[in-house]
């Protein structure tokens, strides 16, 4: 058993607690299998006593002036990144992940903190030219309430920072269930925040039966905004119980992304990027690049490079400096990887990379490249959400932006080109959340991150990610 548990993992209410359910959930690690902690169940008591406290925190933390909910957050971002190397191991041994990755993963939840806490300052409202003389009509931005909020396994880290400063910073209180599978990193985030002085119930932590937790939760009157990551069929689950209660939604879904490779891009680099793109949390990512649309004059030397450039990836334990590319987070990624390729394969896909796994033991799977794939295959349509990728022909910029605009999903779009012209039109014809000319990085704190269709709606970063949290108060006072 990992040192790291050895306090209880439910806070509520300014404590940590034993969940009062009486059974726990066992956390492994998905490089050995060795089991490295037990999270406890929370009781319908325990999700109570957290919707009391985050109501009764309401009252007071939404009458804190911005400067001083600020102070918490950069207080608490300050200690995340002195506490980040040691954080770091507890995250890779939960999910997989190379230790790099893991660190910088906290000290970039501590770069949230910091963002949220500076927009904090800048939740203006507005004055509008009165129609009375005398008069003044008013916009005031307050806090919705109560938050409930859910997050994966994938990030277990930045995912819960995005949500919890977004909601802090505008004075709303939270409740999170993080991944079961993953609890350490929240917990973390938690005791940096009550180390910065939060006060108590502002901040609640619970785990549990997901969906038994997410409908107590959501359907409580307390809450008065959810907001969820993970796969989409679970979000329009939450959305429709959101509905039931009028209740507004953040729904961070699935994605597939499309990676579209023009003629005239530096192959070199496309294929440098596109390996540590689809290198980083071995593909499980919503924004991982996944359908690579590569143009008849380059597209035989981009897969073989591509391919060959895989081969040279080295996959371990993410504990192991040596490690490019750590463990996938559980077994059903990896059932998932084995049923994609051959279905890929069986469909007329050439396997040109990976395929199977990469060890004996523990959940490693070779990075895999699929060329040729038809779209009848289900890859070309199920998001892999790991470290596959598919590639497909096309000829004029018409078919490339029907291919990327093909499926139902709209969350990340990429391209490769040197083409200002083309730049400009896949930013303008192809429908995503967010578009990446020659990079993957689509998703910085400082810009608006979030989908459509398929893959959600709502915006977390920017400005956006503080409103998502925040309704427009309209007064008119008449003198
Ligand atoms: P899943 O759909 O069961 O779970 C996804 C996440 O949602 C998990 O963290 C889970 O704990 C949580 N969850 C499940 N049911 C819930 C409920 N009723 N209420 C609240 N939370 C609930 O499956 P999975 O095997 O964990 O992941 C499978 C797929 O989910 C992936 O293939 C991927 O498409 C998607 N996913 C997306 C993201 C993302 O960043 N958008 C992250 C993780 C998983």
């Not at 002036?65 to 939960?94: F, G, K, N, Q």
């Not at 523990?362 to 009848?376: I, M, Y």
């Not at 014809?429 to 704190?445: D, K």
Request: glycine share 10%; charged share 20%; aromatic share 6%.
């Amino acid at each position: 058993m990992n040192t790291a548990y050895k306090k209880p993992l439910l806070f509520i209410a300014g404590e940590w607690r034993e969940g009062g359910e009486g059974t726990c959930i066992t956390v492994r690690n998905p490089a050995t299998g060795e089991v490295l902690a037990e999270v406890p169940r929370a009781s319908r008591q325990d999700l109570d006593d957290a919707l009391a406290a985050s109501a009764a925190a309401f009252e007071i933390w939404r009458r804190k002036s911005a400067i001083d909910r600020a102070a918490v957050l950069r207080r608490a971002a300050e200690l995340l990144r002195e506490r980040a190397a040691l954080l770091a191991p507890l995250m890779t041994l939960e999910q997989g992940k190379t230790l790099a990755e893991s660190e910088f993963e906290f000290l970039h939840a501590a770069e949230t903190f910091d963002w949220y806490a500076a927009e904090a300052l800048r939740a203006n409202g507005r004055v509008m030219p009165a129609r009375l003389p005398g008069a003044r009509q008013m916009v005031l931005m307050e806090p919705l309430g109560p938050v409930a909020a859910f997050t994966p396994w994938n990030f277990p880290a930045a995912l819960p920072a995005r949500k919890i400063g977004g909601a802090l910073a505008a004075g709303c209180t939270v409740v999170i269930k993080p991944s079961e599978e993953t609890p350490a990193s929240a917990i973390a985030l938690a005791q940096a925040l009550v180390d910065a002085g939060l006060p108590a119930g502002a901040l609640n932590v619970v785990f549990g039966v997901p969906a038994e937790v997410s409908t107590h939760l959501i359907r409580s009157n307390i809450i008065r905004k959810v907001t969820f990551t993970g796969s989409t069929p679970v979000g329009r689950q939450l959305a429709l119980l959101a509905a039931e209660g009028v209740k507004p939604c953040t729904l961070e879904l699935g994605g597939h992304a499309p990676v579209l490779v023009f003629d005239d891009a530096d192959l070199d680099k496309a294929i440098a990027t596109s390996i540590q793109g689809k290198t980083r949390n071995a593909g499980q990512v919503c924004t991982s690049p996944t359908r690579f649309i590569v143009q008849d004059g380059i597209y035989d030397a981009f897969v073989r490079g591509y391919a060959e450039a895989m081969d040279q990836v080295v996959i371990g334990p993410g504990l192991d400096p040596k490690s490019q590319m750590g463990a996938l987070a559980n077994e059903r990624r990896m059932d998932a990887m084995e049923e994609l390729v051959a279905d890929a394969v069986a469909q007329g896909g050439r396997l040109l990379a990976g395929g199977r796994r990469a060890q004996p033991k523990g959940n490693f799977w070779r990075l895999s490249l699929v060329a040729d794939v038809p779209d009848s295959a289900n890859a070309m349509r199920v998001e892999p959400f790991g470290p596959l990728v598919l590639a497909k022909r096309f000829s004029t910029l018409e078919d490339g932006l029907a291919e990327a605009n093909r499926l139902p999903y709209g969350l990340a779009a990429y391209a490769f080109t040197r083409s200002a012209a083309t730049a400009v039109a896949v930013g303008d014809e192809v429908q995503a959340g967010g578009i990446g000319i020659n990079t993957f990085a689509v998703s910085q704190i400082e810009a608006p991150f979030g989908g459509l269709k398929d893959s959600g709606y709502g915006k977390e970063g920017g400005h956006e990610g503080l409103e998502a949290y925040m309704h427009p108060k309209y007064v008119h006072h008449v003198t």
